[in-house]
């Protein structure tokens, strides 16, 4: 069983517009995040797939009914931070408090505990690896933000691809990273979105067949934005806005074709040891309830 995850934010919230796009001018925007991630649920509801929504709680807050509909439809919530902000623009203090109100909020909608984590933009890397720490002070039991490749953006050479056990000084965390394969002795991200766009589908199953035969499951990611070609355009770099547009308009039917080719669930399903902590964590919330 593979693992397939989807990033909840908006076209105007990724980092690679931030130079353009202020955080305090968001609600000036056209929001389309609903309407794209309804979309993607009955996607899934036609392939009878559950995935893990890792929720932005800024979106979060604005679209509760959203939120309770992804859980409704048994889609795993977690948590992608509340201000899409990328960790190395943030102090432990800082990621702290964002970490934490995204939990809370995301925990107030749904009545279930959040357990799981990615940061926007994969932004755990070695200057930032102090997060992991600050993750399971606040309760979390997984991350799913270290990419193990080289990129002008984030990313951790010579991390271990494949889901484990971190020790961090405040107990374990599980890390589940996206998928990469080595190719000719170079790590390549194969994990879904911008890579989902980029390469021609027949390669991107090759290599992901390739993971599969090494033993591991597949973790892919998506955006709602991805599914939408529609969407308005934004100023910004270059490179930014090819990275952002390219191929949208092939998105649909490539996650069709891979819906069709590969077996998803949420991590809590896929990952066997994320599952029992899913268990423990859930009767121990059941537990506390009993006491009250």
């Keep these: 069983m593979n693992a397939l995850t989807i990033d909840v934010e908006d076209y105007y919230q990724v980092s690679a517009f931030e130079s353009v796009v202020r955080r305090e001018e968001w609600d000036r925007y056209e929001s389309r995040v609903e309407r794209n991630t309804r979309k993607l649920l009955a996607l899934l509801a036609a392939s009878s797939v559950k995935a893990t929504f890792f929720v932005l709680g800024w979106v979060a807050e604005r679209h509760p009914g959203l939120v309770r509909a992804i859980q409704a439809e048994g889609h795993e919530i977690a948590?992608?931070?509340?201000?899409?902000?990328?960790?190395?623009?943030?102090?432990?203090?800082?990621?702290?408090?964002?970490?934490?109100?995204?939990?809370?909020?995301?925990?107030?909608?749904?009545?279930?505990?959040?357990?799981?984590?990615?940061?926007?933009?994969?932004?755990?890397?070695?200057?930032?690896?102090?997060?992991?720490?600050?993750?399971?002070?606040?309760?979390?039991?997984?991350?799913?933000?270290?990419?193990?490749?080289?990129?002008?953006?984030?990313?951790?050479?010579?991390?271990?691809?494949?889901?484990?056990?971190?020790?961090?000084?405040?107990?374990?965390?599980?890390?589940?990273?996206?998928?990469?394969?080595?190719?000719?002795?170079?790590?390549?991200?194969?994990?879904?979105?911008?890579?989902?766009?980029?390469?021609?589908?027949?390669?991107?199953?090759?290599?992901?067949?390739?993971?599969?035969?090494?033993?591991?499951?597949?973790?892919?990611?998506?955006?709602?934005?991805?599914?939408?070609?529609?969407?308005?355009?934004?100023?910004?770099?270059?490179l930014s806005r090819l990275r952002h547009y390219l191929n949208l308009h092939k998105t649909e039917g490539r996650l069709i074709q891979l819906l069709r080719d590969f077996r998803f669930a949420p991590i809590r399903e896929a990952i066997a040891p994320i599952g029992r902590l899913h268990d423990e964590r859930a009767g121990a919330s059941l537990s506390a309830c009993g006491a009250r």
């Design 79 to 238: 948590s992608h931070g509340y201000g899409h902000q990328v960790l190395t623009a943030l102090t432990p203090e800082q990621f702290r408090e964002d970490i934490r109100r995204a939990k809370a909020r995301l925990e107030d909608i749904t009545g279930h505990a959040v357990l799981g984590y990615r940061a926007p933009s994969f932004t755990i890397m070695r200057e930032t690896i102090w997060a992991l720490r600050i993750l399971v002070e606040e309760g979390y039991g997984y991350d799913s933000s270290i990419f193990p490749i080289r990129h002008d953006r984030y990313g951790m050479p010579g991390a271990d691809p494949t889901c484990h056990l971190l020790s961090t000084p405040a107990g374990p965390l599980w890390e589940v990273p996206p998928s990469t394969v080595n190719v000719a002795g170079v790590r390549i991200p194969v994990a879904g979105g911008g890579y989902l766009r980029l390469y021609p589908y027949p390669l991107l199953r090759r290599l992901l067949h390739k993971v599969q035969a090494g033993g591991h499951p597949l973790v892919m990611y998506l955006h709602p934005w991805e599914i939408d070609p529609a969407q308005p355009r934004m100023t910004g770099p270059l």
